[in-house]
């Protein structure tokens, strides 16, 4: 299943969108911070004959790279809406998003009619230690995936192979994690790289980490049904997941309605690319 491309009108210009599949019932999903709109392929060629899936490339990745700022979640989350609008209407909608773009999806979805908002290992406000520098946790969190910004590369097949030693990777690789990372490479041989914007990344992850408070305030906000799913292994595939079971404990008390489910042996990356995973993520999303 190939995905029809298209654009959508947001402020400064248009996003560049993604339907994958024909079916009248609709998600929606957000990508994370330095990811593209492929991400989300594994997971779309899994949803039942009946359901299609639209992604997007957020403003400063893949081909909505050239779009300008401001970035910040908050924008990012008025552009998914503008997208989910041009889906359908948004009550009969499942919104979702992953890493960062679940974070976006909870903005997206405060005081809005979703059917259903699905969190994909993001969405909890993050702590950030006092008196703690931004940047420099973004530096120990997102270190290899922000490395990548500043490489070039000689070919799209040694882009590539840095992707197929990831320690995400190494283990399950998958012809549509190969995809998305194609999709990703930009530029003439010898000078291979990312679409994303390295200060649109930089840019959102210091709003991820110091606007706790607002993304806590959206996820209260929050009248649909409410669900997520987390990966027990992080970004590197350490044993420790991006959304620890105490944060997790912490946030399912302060939002009772939350249902929280672990999909087991799956990483941060991996939930959305092995194909157990991601039929257990597409099982769930069309549920």
């Known amino acids: ?33 330095t990811a593209s709109l492929m ?45 989910a609008r041009s889906a359908g209407a948004e009550s009969g909608i499942v919104l979702t998003g992953h890493s960062m773009g679940a974070y976006v999806a909870a903005l997206a979805a405060a005081g809005h009619d ?12 993050l702590p950030l230690p006092p008196g703690a520098d931004p940047d420099a946790v973004m530096e120990a969190t997102l270190g290899p995936a922000l490395a990548r910004l500043d490489r070039t590369f000689p070919d799209v097949g040694a882009y590539v192979d840095f992707f197929k030693a990831h320690p995400a990777f190494a283990e399950a690789w998958t012809e ?58 992080g970004l590197l595939n350490q044993p420790v997941g991006m959304l620890p079971d105490e944060l997790a404990a912490a946030w399912a008390r302060r939002l ?9 042996d799956c990483n941060h990356y991996t939930i959305l690319f ?7 993520v597409a099982g769930h999303l069309s549920r």
């Open 1 to 33: 299943m190939n995905p029809v491309l298209s654009d959508v009108e947001v402020p400064g210009g248009a996003l560049r969108v993604a339907r994958f599949g024909t079916g009248p019932r609709v998600v929606v999903a957000v990508h994370g911070i």
């Open 39 to 83: 991400a989300w392929a594994g997971v779309a060629r899994r949803l039942p004959a009946e359901w299609s899936l639209v992604a997007m490339d957020l403003r400063g990745r893949g081909h909505s790279a050239d779009l300008p700022g401001p970035y910040g979640l908050a924008g990012h989350a008025e552009d998914v809406n503008l997208v």
């Open 114 to 125: 979703y059917a259903r908002v699905v969190l994909i290992d993001g969405g909890l406000p």
């Open 176 to 233: 549509e994690a190969e995809e998305y990372v194609r999709y990703d490479a930009s530029g003439p041989r010898g000078a291979v790289r990312s679409r994303a914007r390295r200060e649109a990344v930089r840019e959102d992850g210091r709003w991820l980490l110091t606007e706790g408070e607002a993304v806590g305030a959206a996820l209260r906000a929050i009248t649909s049904p409410l669900s997520l799913l987390r990966a027990p292994r």
């Open 256 to 264: 009772p309605a939350l249902e929280d489910e672990v999909v087991d």
């Open 274 to 280: 092995e194909d157990r995973c991601a039929s257990l």
